[in-house]
């Protein structure tokens, strides 16, 4: 269990937190949620241990380990497997000894160490890993000096995921994740055997990989259960309680006031006057909880062109002569809302630089209407700003002839307000750059815009901003994005990058999902074998396979229902009193736990037997 009781802290005289509790039950799977700047990773810095609390405690169990991603590993010539597998130091540690250790006990003692640790099978897990964050075979043979720093982190991200710390804390782990490895995550984290901390903006994967969520909003921590969509209905809600007992309590002070105020000094009511006056003193404020500014987007609007804004014939594309996408033949009109779909290195990106003109085609026509102009977001161009600089230098660069108020006007139409206008880029947060690079892009109102993943370091509420702003955008969107939430609303069109050519997808965004989430040995065609005469099943074996597989799926149920009581049971702030209880219902939570992965596979093998009996 993670115990954040009372804390207080404060950074340059900025409170972030201030008699903030919260109980975190052992096995739990929690997102972190809250405006850029309320205290998220710093949250993450104090459960460390790398902060020092001015007042309260955290507590977490004796020798529990934590683990996240501080960093991107170097560039060394050590493989990718390799160094995943080294994050678990025990293992490497009782490998080196078993090699070097003389002693029969101790040998002995290693090599039981060894197989309780299942290292055995360290590098099949660790290859499943790395293989479902995007790198093939191939690659995880290769040195990490000859990947990127993007790459890196998600080498990094594999090797704390095959440590599994006690408690896993992660600061928004998609932002280096393309949607295939976002939905790999996703399913990852959902049976991740121990705790589990997710900072993110994500609303996928605070839908599906998380129980329960914490927010951290006026220097408080807020527990809510269920994902993300039942916090936001369970917070509206109390919000509007809230606002509501404000306004009463606002109306009732101020009968109270217009009382005091007309009969204070009259000798007959003075008394009733002096009453209501202590009464107005006794009265504890009800403010409201601080709701999030929406900070809206403002997208300048494109004339109409006429149709096709673009056109590709016949077209290949790529670098230095070699092609990497062939027989491009695609149509773009200005009400488009188009979403790239395809694996990493497929050439989504390529495509997207294509059509930004910022790539020529190798062969092939590109045709493109007389006046249209482009935008083109990309999360690199975020890094590629002028550090130095003000956002306000950015603008008044393109712009030269407009007034200071007209470029302030712009830059708030972004959220940008007149402090951050007048603060140099590298004092800026991660959103804010993002936000500055976005009014760069749309400046000349374009009637294309391309988003390459634009809601890296956007928080939710921005997010929600933006998929209004793209809504009531009257050019085309190309968008690539990993934010399964921002693709549904936004896109009409789907286009699959893949094999080398790009091609409309049939399905939605869930058909998509479900085919990139099964595993990889389905999705490839097996050898071809001798056909086998197939077994005839008489009717009463078959009632007897349906009637199996009605009776596990009854047993997960039943499970479920358990698990259930037993997480409510675990949420209650009275069980944590009694060690003795508390170790009960964990063990019980655990057992349950374990129950559910068996029952499972009971039922998929039952319901395998069944389709193979024609059932």
Request: aromatic share 6%; glycine share 8%; proline share 4%.
């Amino acid at each position: 269990m993670l115990s954040i009781d009372d804390i207080t802290y404060a950074i340059a005289g900025h409170r972030l937190f201030e008699n903030a509790s919260a109980l975190i039950p052992e096995g739990h799977k929690v997102g972190i949620v809250g405006r850029n700047g309320t205290g998220k990773t710093t949250l993450f810095r104090l459960i460390r241990g790398e902060l020092s609390l001015e007042g309260g405690r955290i507590s977490l169990p004796a020798r529990a380990r934590i683990g996240g991603v501080a960093q991107e590993v170097p560039g060394s010539d050590v493989s990718l497997l390799d160094t995943v597998l080294s994050f678990d130091t025990e293992r490497t540690d009782l490998l080196e000894k078993s090699t070097t250790e003389t002693d029969g006990t101790r040998i002995a003692e290693i090599q039981t160490r060894l197989a309780d640790i299942d290292a055995w099978s360290a590098e099949a897990r660790a290859s499943a890993i790395l293989k479902g964050l995007g790198f093939t075979d191939e690659e995880q043979a290769m040195p990490c000096s000859a990947f990127s720093g993007g790459w890196r982190m998600r080498v990094a991200l594999a090797g704390v995921l095959f440590a599994a710390p006690d408690l896993l804390l992660l600061d928004e782990p998609t932002n280096y994740l393309d949607l295939e490895g976002a939905l790999w995550l996703e399913t990852y984290l959902a049976r991740y055997p121990h705790t589990v901390l997710i900072i993110s903006h994500d609303r996928g994967l605070l839908n599906r990989a998380v129980g329960a969520i914490l927010h951290l909003e006026d220097r408080k921590l807020t527990l809510y259960q269920g994902g993300y969509d039942k916090f936001a209905e369970t917070r509206a809600a109390r919000l509007a309680a809230a606002q509501s007992q404000a306004k009463k309590q606002e109306q009732r002070r101020a009968h109270l006031q217009s009382y005091v105020d007309r009969f204070r000094y009259k000798a007959d009511k003075a008394r009733q006057a002096q009453a209501r006056i202590k009464a107005l003193a006794r009265m504890q404020p009800i403010s409201a909880p601080q709701e999030a500014a929406l900070r809206r987007f403002t997208f300048p609007a494109p004339e109409e062109l006429s149709p096709p804004i673009l056109r590709l014939e016949g077209a290949a594309v790529g670098y230095d002569g070699a092609a990497v996408l062939r027989r491009l033949d695609l149509r773009i009109d200005q009400d488009d809302r188009i979403a790239l779909l395809g694996r990493n290195g497929e050439g989504k990106s390529t495509l997207s630089k294509l059509l930004a003109g910022k790539l020529d085609v190798l062969e092939g026509r590109v045709t493109k209407a007389a006046k249209l102009r482009v935008g083109y977001f990309a999360q690199h161009q975020v890094d590629e700003l002028h550090i130095d600089e003000t956002p306000l230098d950015h603008i008044r660069r393109m712009r030269p002839t407009e007034t200071p108020p007209r470029l302030r006007a712009r830059l708030a139409g972004f959220g940008i307000g007149p402090q951050q206008a007048e603060t140099t880029v590298k004092n800026l947060s991660g959103g804010q750059k993002a936000r500055l690079s976005l009014m760069l892009a749309t400046v000349d109102a374009p009637h294309m815009l391309i988003l390459d993943e634009p809601t890296n370091h956007l928080d939710i509420e921005s997010r929600e901003a933006l998929v209004e702003a793209l809504t009531a955008y009257t050019g085309a969107i190309i968008l690539v994005s990993h934010d399964m939430h921002l693709l549904s609303l936004v896109a009409d069109r789907l286009w699959l990058v893949k094999d080398g050519t790009v091609t409309p997808y049939d399905g939605d965004l869930e058909s998509y999902r479900a085919l990139l989430l099964k595993p990889a040995d389905n999705m490839k065609k097996a050898p071809q074998k001798p056909a086998k005469k197939a077994k005839t099943y008489s009717r009463d074996e078959i009632a007897k396979l349906r009637q199996e597989v009605r009776t596990c799926e009854a047993r997960v149920d039943k499970l479920m229902a358990m698990e259930g009581k037993v997480a409510a049971k675990l949420a209650d702030p009275d069980v944590y009193e009694d060690p003795g209880t508390l170790a009960t219902w964990q063990r019980k939570y655990a057992e349950i736990e374990d129950g559910i992965i068996r029952a499972e596979t009971l039922w998929e093998e039952a319901l395998a037997r069944l389709e193979k009996a024609g059932g």
